[in-house]
Structure formats: structure tokens, C-alpha cells
């Protein structure tokens, strides 16, 4: 929501540079605010719209997985690589997101497999137009995201052809024709942008968005998301759970043996995650959403060694074992979970436990207890239980296929009751959105509404018109730009007594969170204002 404005931007006119209203220009190229603004005149101004070109780029990604998986690997793998990406909880995440990260990722995808096609010569020959969609994938990708849709399939490319030692493959013309339209079409909104904004865009785009976030503060860089080198590991098991747990197999199936050798597409998936991980490893400034990219080849991996666990050959009865061990696990976790979600809401959080919880973990907490969500905690644990008795099935008849058949169901379920349960009941609970709708309604049509302190995405995202930030509050005056104004209680009590009699309280909202009410005020007189001060409706 905080970057919704830029949509509006771009709706009223400014395509080329949007900014954030409030706030500065954009800080990427704005392929996505462009989609959005297609996606509100389709469907009006509503989260639907802004989420959609997300929600579509996770999907497609999906698709791009499995027919690149079914062609190279076989069909049952792709299915396992689908499933596993879709329902994996960082995926599922990002693709709710209204932003770009799931665009760039579905952009890098399809140019590393479109290269892959591209350069596989004994399956076809080469045809030109694998590098033409590659170009035009990684030219998309650098309009989403600046230079790194050139920049990571090109990556991904590069550690391939080196381990295979195929060098002529990357100084072909066909190849370096592809990244040079590419880079064409991403540097043809940099030139536009620039003759916009000038050196001050270049600043901004360059110097502060990129250079300073990829670079050292002691060369210049900025203290933004700065990580130690192995900060991504943990983040990329624990959001890839619970496929995670089969990644131990996997390590096993692809341990070098002289009796076997590697498919060429698994070995293209490991250059491909291998190198997106080690260059955002390797970024001073490493926010979690940017490791993204890396879930495509790691699906692929896991769809693998679902079907290499299912093969009953001798020679991978290690990889069997381990993989079965897995999916114990998965069981045993999620039957653990379960057993303490029910457990809390039957008997409540011990106070101890309360006290070292993240405020956010205590809320949801709450929510079960309190919310009536019932219902859905029945379907949840019911189904998730079911997905376990898969699991332990499949282990017991030594079928890996039905133990990833009850890992998808468990994964599946738990995305529903997170993303679709959980959340939407938290986002309930703190919303602003009939505050400001009511706020809409309530200042007359065409009157400004100016916005003090410390903003709040969701009025800026909710109110049909701009708010305009201002820095003080003034009584003096008789235009009528300053009479509505939106402000968190806590900042207007901070005010002095006189001036505060200068207004009245028209709406007061107050959103279960942690910053408190917010009031919509209008300037008045002192006598009406004393009258009408708490006499205003709560929301």
C-alpha cells in the first residue's frame, strides 16, 4: 500500500517517472506500476487491482516451471516441481505482494530457461527464437527491476557454460545479440527517465538504489539491509518448508558416482540457484524479499528427487531412506503444530511464553482464541492431519510419491489458513479502511485533506483523494486547504490546549494495533470546538 501511489501517479498521467504520492519518484523502473494502473481501469481502484500482475507472475512462473521440467526432466517431476513452488510459504508470500519482486522473478526464469533451450544443441538446433524470447523476457525483467534482468540470467548463464567449459557458447552472436536488445530496451527507459529527472534521477537509480546497496559502506555504500554473507540460508530453508526437508536427499542423489551421471537439466537448475544465491549472498544490502529468484530452481531440484526417491533402484535406496526421514519429520512437525494450536486456544498462552513471543505472533495468537475462527482451525488441522496420515502411509509402503502427495496436501492447507484465514482476520482487526472511506464521504467533494505526522499507507491507499503531507498545524488562516486534516491522536494531544480549540474531532478510528487512534480534525471555531470535541462518532 505504501507504493500505491505511484499507481496513481501513473493513472494521472506521469508514465514515465511516477512517484509515490507522498514521496520521491519511483526506485525501479515501473513495468509494474504500469500493469497495475491496466489492472485498476479493468477493475477499479480496489487491492484486487494492485495485487493482480503479482498474483499472475507467480502463476506463470508455475507454468514456465513445469513445461520447462516435463520437457527436459519428465512429466511427474514437473508436476513436483510445480506443486513444490507454489506451495511453499516465501512463494506464496511474495505472490500476494503488490510489488515487484515476483515479476522480476518470473522474467529471470523465463530468460534462464529460454537460454537453457537456447543453448541445448542435442535436443534441436539452435533456433533463433529462444534467443529472441530471452531477450524479450530479460528487456521485461530490466523494466521491473533495473539492470538485474540482464544481470541474473546472465549470471545464471555464465557459471553454466564455465562448468561445462563451453566458452564459445557465451561469445556467440546470437547470445551476446539477446543481452544486448535486452539492455536496449531497460536503458530506453533510462533515457527517458533521465530527460525527465537528470542528474538527480541518476542519483537516485544508480547511486542510492543500486551502487550503494550492492557496495560496502567504506566504499560508498549504504547502511540498508546489511546482512552477514550467510544471511539468506536460513531464510531460503525455512521459506521453502516444508520441501526443505527433502533437500537432504537431493544432496544425496546428486553425489558424484562414476557408475552414473548428472541430466543436464538438473545440473542447469544447480548453476542456475547457485548462481542467483551467491550473487545476492555476496550484496552488502541483502533484503529478505530480493532472494526471490533462487525458489524456481530449487522447486525443480525437489520435483527431481521426489521421482529419483520413487525409482527402485539399489543404488538409491540411501536416497529413499533419507527422503522417507523427511517426510517423517513433516509429519511429526506439522502433528506438533497442530496439537499446540488447539492446546493454546483451549487453554490459553502461558504468560511466560506471551512475554518472548514478536507482538505480531502474540496478535495471531489472540485471534484464534478470540475471533471466531473456529471453523477454519478445524479445516485446518482436520486436513493437515490427513496430510500427515499420507505422509506416514507412503513411508510405511515405501512410495515416495504418496509421502509428496501428503507433504503438497500439508503445504497446500497451511497456505490457505495463513494467507486466507490468518491475515485477512489481522488486516480486520488494525484496518483503516472504513476510517477513511468514512473520511471521504465526510469532507466535502473537491476540499483537500492534508495529512500530519508520521503517514499511514492505508489512508493514503484508501482515501479517493491525495493526501497532502504538511508539517505543522497552524489556527491561523481562511483558505480552506488546511481545514481537513488527518492525524494520530497521540500527536494531536501533543499539541498545546490553545491550539488545539481550533478544532473539532469530525471521526476518530481505532484500529486494534500498536500506534494508536486516528482523528479526522477540522478547523473551526474555538466555541465550536470546545462543544464538539468528544462528540464525535468512533470507527
Known sequence: MCESGAVRDVLAGNLILPRFLPGPIVHVPPLYWWLAALCVKAVGWNELALRVPSLVAA??????VFAWTSKTIGKRPGLWAAGALLFCHFFLDAARQPRMDSLLTLFVSAAALSLERALCAAAQPRPAWWYF????????GALSKGILGVALPGAVVALFVTTRRRFRDLLGPAMITAFLAASGIGLAWYVAAYRLGGS?????????????RFVPASAGGAQYCVHPFWYFIPHVLSGFLPWSLYLPAFVLAVWPSGERKLPEPIVYAICWFAALFIFFSSSHGKCLIYVLPVFPPLAILVGWTVEQAGAAFSDRRWVRQVFASGAVCVALGITSLVAMAFALVGHGMPTNWAMRLHSTDRRFLELLARQGLASELVIWGGLSILGCAAILLGVIRRMATIEAA?????AAIGGWFWFAVMNPALARAETLRNFALQADRVVPAGAPIDHFGLGDCELNFYCSRPLRPISEISCAGQDRSDRYILIRE?????LPDARRRCFTIELRATPDDSVGARLLLRRTAAD???RSLHSRPSL
Open 528 to 530: 465550536e470546538s470546545a
Open 490 to 494: 497521540v500527536d494531536f494531544k501533543a
Open 59 to 64: 502463476a506463470l512462473t508455475c507454468a514456465i
Open 406 to 410: 501428503g507433504t503438497l496436501m500439508v
Open 133 to 140: 524470447a530471452a531477450a524479450g523476457a530479460m528487456g521485461l
Open 200 to 212: 538527480k534521477f541518476l542519483e537516485w537509480q544508480l547511486r542510492m538504489n543500486l551502487w550503494s
